[in-house]
């Protein structure tokens, strides 16, 4: 199994920037795909953004595209979401999450971070 440990919320004006990271360890990562999802207080864990590790295909949540960036550093063994012109609906608990046969479906997604609070004000 993988383990993911995500950092870098904060609190952040909104039109501001963010960048989340997720460091995996513990197996090889290149079957995955790792996602990002977020978390309201009061709503459903939601999709944000996944990519590929084996060739950093991508793919996005309709509400973050153009805004939003998924990247990944082998070396580090880590994935990032850069967060650009963030509104105040961005305001969620975000967690990095490891799947071998989903792009998109937390259910699907073996592996889980322990989330990290991202809070922008307007």
């Known amino acids: 199994q993988v383990q993911l440990v995500a950092s870098g919320g904060g609190l952040v004006q909104a039109g501001g920037s963010l960048r989340l990271s997720c460091a995996a360890s513990?197996?090889?990562?290149?079957?995955?795909?790792m996602g990002w999802f977020r978390q309201a207080p009061g709503k459903e864990r939601e999709f944000v953004a996944s990519?590929?590790?084996?060739?950093?295909?991508?793919y996005y949540a309709d509400s973050v595209k153009g805004r939003f960036i998924i990247s990944r550093d082998n070396a580090k063994n880590t994935v990032y979401l850069q967060m650009n012109s963030l509104k105040s609906e961005d305001t969620a608990v975000y967690y990095c999450?490891?799947?071998?046969?989903?792009?998109?479906?937390?259910?699907?997604?073996?592996?889980w971070g322990q989330g990290t609070q991202v809070t922008v004000s307007s």
């Open positions: 999450a490891a799947s071998m046969s989903s792009w998109s479906q937390p259910r699907n997604f073996e592996s």
């Open positions: 990519i590929r590790w084996s060739d950093d295909s991508t």
């Open positions: 513990g197996r090889t990562f290149s079957s995955y795909v």
